[in-house]
């Protein structure tokens, strides 16, 4: 049986309720701290209005069992109390930040073309969790983690970089992370929303009256997985604010031109905002979304992202250009890596535990712009032969590769599911209504959604395009 098969059975063994729930084992003691100082009081597990268990209820648990790892209780709260920050809703009233454009409006100083926000912004704070030590890093690099379809802030990184950025020696950065409503699996514009109301709330957290040539001191890195890329690249070109607020942008798995591997059928909304011609996407890269607004490190696994297909070459997913000359480094595991245990089969939850992905990571946090390759900054001689990140173990990696069956169960409970792709706010219909009904698919593009009609979603391992199969087979690399 395959890893991936096994985790699916694992996962729905966790999610069957039994007729009397085992008591809770005590936590080893090398688990990671209680709950974060700004998650409520632990609470009886939520039900959804069918009676079924909320997704927020069953991540955490599913996980813990799935991976073998500790979750720790309140890691997920959409709950947290944090300090109102004033002059950032409905819009942005009064940015400090003196960088960030501003026009004359009646309802004060705003960036153009910043939309309202839709969500109160209670819920917009409350879906913020910082770590139990941000104030004690406060002066450090500040970072956002956003997580991906079907998953939770906490849960979806407290295996891999939560991990690393808190037993970081010398400690490097400070952190949080978002726990949206619904896991992600809302639509993708209300998601979005979060993210970019995170990014101001955080940069105001932070500020401590720097001017001049320390304005940028702390602005954040902000780091994505799978669909959290999407709802960070909208956040940045809808409210442009944003652009001078983050000092870069890590992208892991990213699907920036979503997935064929995504069925335009009834599913959770953004599920069908993924499809690879969806309406959203199009409109995302329409006007040059499909390059970087800030200094962006992508890396991506390329034929074994079992969710994100094509992601290869120019035309993989991931792949950003960088029309605006902002600096984008595109690292393809594979390519970059081959026959390293870095670029050994890390499928699209894989990239989060692996050793070269966090050496990028950490270069771009500490040095901002791009992640650089070369002595000084990541050696790829040196980082590429470890199977996971260093500082990571077996039951990580184990409990990082479980998000993926979570985040199936947790897609498959979103209520209601949509019959056809949610129509785009105001502020994007328009650019939408300007594209015209969707294309057909690329023919390279169309062979790889024929190689993969009838295969289960998270299918152990996609079917890339043959030919580009074969060149890589040629050029050692086997798939």
Same mark, same amino acid.
């Given at each position: 049986?395959?890893?991936?098969?096994?985790l699916? /059975?694992?996962?729905? $063994?966790?999610?069957?309720?039994?007729?009397?729930?085992?008591?809770?084992? =005590?936590?080893?003691?090398?688990?990671?701290?209680?709950?974060?100082?700004? $998650?409520?009081?632990?609470?009886?597990?939520?039900?959804?209005?069918?009676?079924?268990?909320?997704?927020?209820?069953?991540?955490?648990?599913?996980?813990?069992?799935?991976?073998?790892?500790?979750?720790?209780?309140?890691?997920?709260?959409?709950?947290?109390?944090?300090?109102?920050?004033?002059?950032?809703?409905?819009?942005?009233?009064?940015?400090?930040?003196?960088?960030?454009?501003?026009?004359?409006?009646p309802?004060?100083?705003?960036?153009?073309?910043?939309?309202?926000?839709?969500?109160?912004?209670?819920?917009?704070?409350?879906?913020?969790?910082?770590?139990?030590?941000?104030?004690?890093?406060?002066?450090?690099?500040?970072?956002?983690?956003?997580p991906?379809?079907?998953?939770?802030?906490?849960?979806?990184?407290?295996?891999?970089?939560?991990?690393?950025?808190?037993? =970081?020696?010398?400690?490097?950065?400070?952190?949080?992370? *978002?726990?949206?409503?619904?896991?992600?699996?809302?639509?993708?514009?209300?998601?979005?929303?979060?993210?970019?109301?995170a990014?101001?709330?955080?940069?105001?957290?932070?500020?401590r009256?720097?001017?001049?040539?320390?304005?940028?001191?702390? %602005?954040?890195?902000?780091?994505?997985?799978? %669909?959290?890329?999407?709802?960070?690249?909208?956040?940045?070109?809808?409210?442009?604010?944003?652009?001078?607020?983050?000092?870069?942008?890590?992208?892991i798995?990213a699907?920036f031109?979503?997935? @064929?591997l995504?069925?335009?059928?009834?599913?959770?909304?953004a599920?069908?905002h993924?499809?690879?011609?969806?309406?959203?996407?199009?409109?995302?890269?329409?006007?040059?979304?499909?390059?970087?607004y800030?200094?962006?490190?992508?890396?991506?696994?390329?034929?074994?992202?079992?969710v &994100? %297909?094509? /992601?290869?070459?120019?035309?993989?997913?991931?792949? *950003?250009?960088?029309?605006?000359? @902002?600096?984008?480094?595109?690292?393809?595991?594979?390519?970059?890596?081959?026959?390293?245990?870095?670029?050994?089969?890390?499928?699209?939850?894989?990239?989060?535990?692996?050793?070269?992905?966090?050496?990028?990571?950490?270069? $771009?946090?500490?040095?901002?712009?791009?992640?650089?390759?070369?002595?000084?900054?990541?050696?790829?001689?040196?980082?590429?032969?470890?199977?996971?990140?260093?500082?990571?173990?077996?039951?990580?990696?184990?409990?990082?590769?479980?998000?993926?069956? @979570?985040?199936?169960?947790?897609?498959?409970?979103?209520?209601?599911?949509?019959?056809?792709?949610?129509?785009?706010?105001?502020?994007?219909?328009?650019?939408?209504?300007?594209?015209?009904?969707?294309?057909?698919?690329?023919? %390279?593009?169309?062979?790889?959604?024929?190689?993969?009609k009838?295969k289960?979603?998270?299918?152990?391992?996609?079917?890339?395009?043959?030919?580009?199969?074969?060149?890589?087979?040629?050029?050692? &690399?086997?798939?």
């Amino acid at each position: 049986m395959s890893l991936s098969s096994l985790l699916k /059975q694992k996962a729905i $063994a966790a999610l069957t309720p039994t007729g009397t729930p085992a008591p809770a084992a =005590a936590a080893p003691t090398a688990a990671a701290p209680a709950a974060p100082v700004t $998650a409520p009081p632990a609470a009886a597990a939520p039900t959804s209005k069918f009676g079924l268990p909320s997704l927020k209820s069953v991540t955490s648990d599913a996980l813990s069992t799935i991976g073998g790892g500790v979750i720790p209780t309140g890691i997920d709260s959409t709950n947290n109390t944090n300090i109102p920050l004033g002059g950032i809703y409905p819009r942005v009233y009064a940015p400090n930040d003196p960088r960030v454009t501003r026009v004359n409006d009646p309802s004060g100083h705003i960036p153009p073309q910043t939309p309202d926000y839709s969500i109160p912004e209670d819920k917009l704070r409350a879906a913020i969790q910082l770590d139990p030590d941000w104030d004690k890093y406060i002066d450090l690099h500040p970072v956002l983690l956003v997580p991906g379809t079907g998953s939770y802030g906490g849960s979806c990184y407290h295996h891999n970089f939560a991990k690393l950025l808190r037993n =970081a020696s010398p400690r490097f950065a400070t952190f949080a992370w *978002l726990n949206i409503p619904g896991a992600m699996c809302d639509k993708s514009p209300i998601n979005a929303e979060y993210v970019a109301y995170a990014m101001h709330w955080l940069w105001l957290r932070t500020y401590r009256g720097y001017t001049g040539p320390d304005i940028n001191a702390h %602005q954040i890195t902000v780091i994505g997985w799978s %669909q959290g890329n999407l709802s960070i690249q909208w956040a940045f070109k809808y409210w442009p604010h944003t652009q001078n607020l983050c000092k870069n942008f890590v992208a892991i798995s990213a699907d920036f031109h979503g997935t @064929v591997l995504a069925p335009p059928i009834a599913a959770a909304p953004a599920i069908l905002h993924q499809w690879y011609l969806s309406n959203f996407i199009r409109t995302l890269r329409n006007n040059d979304g499909d390059s970087a607004y800030v200094p962006t490190t992508s890396i991506y696994s390329s034929i074994y992202d079992e969710v &994100v %297909q094509p /992601q290869i070459g120019t035309i993989a997913s991931a792949y *950003l250009k960088d029309k605006r000359g @902002v600096g984008v480094l595109n690292f393809d595991l594979q390519e970059r890596c081959p026959l390293k245990p870095a670029g050994a089969p890390h499928g699209h939850s894989g990239v989060l535990y692996n050793n070269v992905a966090w050496a990028l990571t950490k270069d $771009a946090i500490i040095n901002g712009g791009c992640a650089v390759l070369g002595e000084g900054r990541v050696d790829l001689s040196k980082e590429e032969w470890h199977p996971w990140a260093v500082g990571l173990n077996i039951v990580d990696v184990a409990a990082t590769l479980a998000l993926i069956p @979570v985040a199936a169960v947790n897609m498959i409970k979103f209520l209601p599911p949509a019959l056809v792709e949610p129509a785009l706010p105001p502020y994007a219909a328009k650019e939408s209504a300007t594209l015209g009904p969707a294309p057909a698919l690329d023919p %390279q593009i169309q062979a790889i959604a024929d190689a993969n009609k009838g295969k289960a979603l998270f299918s152990s391992k996609p079917t890339v395009d043959p030919n580009v199969a074969s060149a890589l087979e040629a050029a050692g &690399v086997k798939t």
